[in-house]
């Protein structure tokens, strides 16, 4: 049975959330790679999908609505005083059912992943065929030291029935009496990808959640969902994720392709 079988049920739709600010890169979103902006890059990655209904851009920013209106993709305009992602993300939804257009996932892709791989869509997609669950997202394999300690580097611990126990910027699980260069070698460890799956129901309720201890101190809001008792399910993926946060990481994109 394919995929598209699979889901042929459900209704999925793809948002990129896409702000103009950004503290390490503002306008970043419009950022050229080799002549088209990286919104571009992004959108046409996930109309690749197969598992997707559709795909819309939800910005805060006129800017980046003419420029996608420009290479005809389709977009939303949304409020500037959203959070994250995920708010953002849900005022995309409201405004699509007010149009008369039903879902029942959301499926929340990064705006600056610009070699985002359909792929990693279509297993996130995958998961809602089943009925249980609410939230998903992917996790990968640890293999550098350099990502094991990078606090920018989110950490995950996740049960053998893929829900996730905790994410973290320290390296998770603490190996006592190991020295840090072997740790790789004793235990698994798994990075978050951060592309998420919510029911459209669920993300409706996560979003008027109060700010949680735990999502404080680590500036994770996954934290909170967990924190209020709402299960997150996290598949291992074999492919990269790479997101461009500054001016240096766009030029190691356009140093590669």
């Known amino acids: 049975m394919t995929l598209s079988s699979t889901l042929s049920k459900m209704k999925i739709i793809g948002i990129i959330p896409a702000r103009y600010a950004s503290s390490r890169f503002p306008g970043k979103a419009l950022a050229l790679i080799k002549g088209r902006p990286m919104i571009e890059w992004v959108y046409k990655q996930a109309l690749k999908a197969v598992s997707l209904n559709d795909v819309y851009i939800a910005t805060d920013d006129e800017r980046i609505v003419k420029a996608v209106e420009a290479f005809k993709g389709k977009v939303l305009l949304t409020s500037a005083h959203h959070r994250s992602g995920t708010e953002r993300c849900n005022e995309a939804a409201l405004k699509l059912k007010e149009q008369g257009i039903a879902m029942d996932a959301i499926i929340n892709i990064q705006g600056d992943e610009p070699l985002i791989n359909p792929r990693q869509i279509d297993i996130l997609a995958s998961l809602f065929s089943n009925d249980r669950i609410q939230i998903a997202t992917l996790v990968k394999k640890i293999t550098l030291k350099e990502e094991l300690f990078d606090p920018n580097v989110v950490k995950a611990i996740v049960r053998p029935d893929d829900k996730a126990i905790y994410f973290s910027r320290q390296a998770v699980p603490y190996l006592r009496d190991v020295d840090t260069g072997q740790w790789l070698e004793k235990q698994e460890f798994y990075k978050h990808i951060g592309i998420y799956g919510y029911t459209v129901r669920v993300l409706e309720e996560i979003v008027n959640l109060k700010e949680s201890p735990l999502e404080k101190a680590e500036s994770l809001e996954q934290l909170r969902w967990l924190e209020n ?14 997101g461009i946060d500054t001016p240096e990481d766009l030029m190691k994109i356009k140093n590669s392709s």
Do not use: N, P, V, Y
């Open 229 to 242: 008792g709402f299960e997150i399910f996290a598949k291992e993926t074999e492919f990269e994720s790479f």
